[in-house]
């Protein structure tokens, strides 16, 4: 059974720039959860979609937004990047966090980088 | 709003020693997650605890989830290389599902 994939592992943007992320959910698991990870603040949870609708959100800018496909892929697109945005982004899948034993699996992480 | 405490935020052992590390929080945890997390890579799933006084071992790892559900331990026996990381510990907030992180323990292995 293939993991949670997530595209592109490495970015470099400007500023001001936007930015899309994608990831892919094992098979058969409907729920993508978002974080950043940054050395300063940890793991911080951004948003979770589940059937292709955003269940929770964190508290992050509106410049922070998602979607996900009828297939459970899902893509996160940051706009008008700024330096603060540079981190590394992980999404994790599950069947429904809101189930018991229900573990995410993460993927490798793509890591931004801001200039 | 529950937040996860954990100590200590880096530790340094001697290959072979033995090591704990501690998730507290100040509220009932429901659904508690062990991950490993090598640098700038995704989280790896260890264990997940939800009875009080629940304990699970893989390998050389142990986790222990306390009766009141408050505070978890992560214990390796026998440290090796391969233990080096970073552990994190998660935690369902029933609320909303979501599930909410301690800040890291940076584990080092001194061969």
């Known amino acids: 059974k293939a993991g949670v994939t997530q595209t592109p592992r490495y970015l470099i943007k400007t500023r001001g720039q936007q930015v899309t992320l994608s990831c892919s959910p094992i098979?058969?698991?409907?729920?993508v959860s978002w974080y950043q990870q940054t050395p300063g603040q940890g793991l911080q949870f951004l948003f979770e979609?589940?059937?292709?609708?955003?269940?929770n959100k964190g508290n992050f800018p509106g410049r922070f937004s998602g979607r996900q496909f009828s297939n459970s892929r899902s893509e996160m697109n940051v706009s008008t990047l700024e330096l603060g945005d540079s981190a590394l982004y992980l999404c994790?899948?599950?069947?429904?966090?809101?189930?018991?034993?229900?573990?995410?699996?993460f993927g490798p992480g793509t890591r931004l980088t801001v200039l | 709003s529950q937040e996860l405490e954990q100590s200590p935020q880096s530790l340094i052992v001697q290959e072979g020693k033995n090591l704990t590390i501690n998730c507290t929080s100040s509220?009932?945890?429901?659904?508690l997650y062990w991950y490993k997390q090598k640098y700038g890579e995704g989280l790896i799933f260890l264990m997940m605890?939800?009875?009080g006084g629940e304990e699970k071992s893989h390998e050389k790892i142990t986790a222990k989830l306390d009766e009141k559900k408050q505070q978890s331990s992560l214990h390796i026996t026998a440290s090796q290389p391969s233990h080096a990381g970073i552990y994190l510990c998660?935690?369902?907030?029933?609320?909303?599902?979501?599930?909410?992180w301690g800040a890291g323990t940076k584990l080092i292995i001194k061969p």
């Open positions: 994790a899948s599950s069947f429904d966090p809101r189930t018991s034993n229900n573990e995410q699996f």
């Open positions: 098979s058969g698991h409907r729920s």
């Open positions: 979609y589940f059937s292709e609708t955003q269940r």
């Open positions: 509220k009932t945890l429901y659904g």
């Open positions: 605890l939800q009875k």
């Open positions: 998660g935690a369902t907030a029933v609320s909303n599902y979501q599930l909410i």
